[in-house]
Nanobody
Framework: QVQLVESGGGLVQAGGSLRLSCAASGRIFSSYAMGWFRQAPGKEREFVAAINWSGSSKYAEDTVKGRFTISRNNARNTVYLEMNSLNPEDTAVYYC???????????????????WGQGTQVTVSS
């Protein structure tokens, strides 16, 4: 089992920044690839960014490329999502997930993830 706990969400004005964290416990964190997803009210959960087990490979959805950066610190069992130039369309609950497909970073489907956190709300005001 892997337990995931997100933090760092909040209310921010358009153009602002937030840094989300996802702390993991349980099985060996460093063997899992990690991903960030988001879900707005009435919409399906959508892919944001993912990173492989070592951090050597990353992949991000087109609308966040250049604004969001995913990273991880295996010594701290934590994955991060640095979000800059936020806009109201980024408002959603953000979830981190863990997948045993550790080698890959292009884990873009929610169905590939075995474990999820409870989510953290990000609200961007205009």
């Amino acid at each position: 089992q892997v337990q995931l706990v997100e933090s760092g969400g909040g209310l921010v004005q358009a153009g602002g920044s937030l840094r989300l964290s996802c702390a993991a416990s349980g099985r060996i964190f460093s063997s899992y690839a990690m991903g960030w997803f988001r879900q707005a009210p009435g919409k399906e959960r959508e892919f944001v960014a993912a990173i492989n087990w070592s951090g050597s490979s990353k992949y991000a959805e087109d609308t966040v490329k250049g604004r969001f950066t995913i990273s991880r610190n295996n010594a701290r069992n934590t994955v991060y999502l640095e979000m800059n130039s936020l806009n109201p369309e980024d408002t959603a609950v953000y979830y981190c997930g863990a997948t045993g497909r550790g080698t890959y970073s292009m884990n873009t489907s929610p169905g590939l993830y075995e474990y999820w956190g409870q989510g953290t709300q990000v609200t961007v005001s205009s």
